[in-house]
């Protein structure tokens, strides 16, 4: 059973396109997250929800839009993708947001 | 923010111990100290976390220094699926649940 899934695993797509990311957990969590990993392998969070409220929203660009339909599901949508959008995506999951976190496979994002 | 320093790099031999130590100097009193792993091509997993006592669990342990300041990961027996970056991460207090990962160690294993 996978625990926290996303999909899809591979997104090419061009520039000024629009996409988006889905991810579900089936651990019965409250806390979902976004992070983005560049090509140099940094790690870095842009987004928490917690019972479906937004609790962390770093700097990130205005295009990087969450939406939380329910405590399950954490999604993320991109407008007018940029060059610099190419990174792998990962969301994760933890029961409360001081509990450990529990990691997707990844999103690998190329935008050509 | 709390400031971690790890090695780059370590290399271990399997079958063998790893001590992987981190520096957090600027850890505040009621930070945990937390450790994740990724491996090749897979999201970070969670490895272990402990506050001020040395903590075990099936995975590895943790022994934290009197003072706070420093901490050390142990890999009791490595093995080659063991390969893999670890971070250290003092965890903010309170419940944002923000985790800040720095560049880590990149830890080979031998066969």
């Known amino acids: 059973d996978t625990a926290v899934s996303q999909t899809p695993k591979y997104l090419v797509t061009q520039m000024g396109n629009d996409k988006s990311i889905k991810c579900e957990q089936n651990l019965g969590h409250d806390t979902m997250y976004w992070y983005k990993q560049d090509s140099k392998k940094f790690l870095k969070i842009m987004f928490s929800y917690n019972n479906k409220e937004l609790i962390i929203n770093e700097t990130v660009p205005n295009r990087f839009s969450p939406k939380s339909p329910d405590k399950a599901h954490l999604n993320l949508h991109i407008n007018s993708l940029e060059l610099g959008d190419s990174a792998v995506y990962f969301c994760?999951?933890?029961?409360?947001?001081?509990?450990?976190?529990?990691f997707g496979p990844g999103t690998r994002l190329t935008v050509t | 923010d709390a400031k971690t320093t790890q090695p780059n790099s370590m290399e271990s031999n399997e079958e063998e111990p790893v001590h992987l130590p981190c520096n957090h100097s600027?850890?505040?009193?009621?930070?945990?100290i937390h450790w994740y792993r990724q491996l090749p091509s897979q999201g970070p997993e969670y490895v272990i976390h402990?506050?001020?006592s040395n903590v075990n669990n099936r995975m590895a342990s943790l022994a934290i220094a009197e003072d706070r300041k420093s901490s050390t990961l142990i890999l009791h027996r490595a093995t080659l699926r063991d390969a893999a970056v670890y971070y250290c991460?003092?965890?903010?207090?309170?419940?944002?649940?923000?985790?800040?990962f720095g560049q880590g160690t990149t830890l080979q294993v031998k066969p």
């Open positions: 991460i003092p965890r903010i207090s309170g419940n944002t649940g923000k985790l800040i």
């Open positions: 402990g506050l001020t």
């Open positions: 994760a999951s933890s029961q409360m947001p001081s509990y450990e976190q529990y």
């Open positions: 600027t850890i505040s009193g009621t930070d945990y």
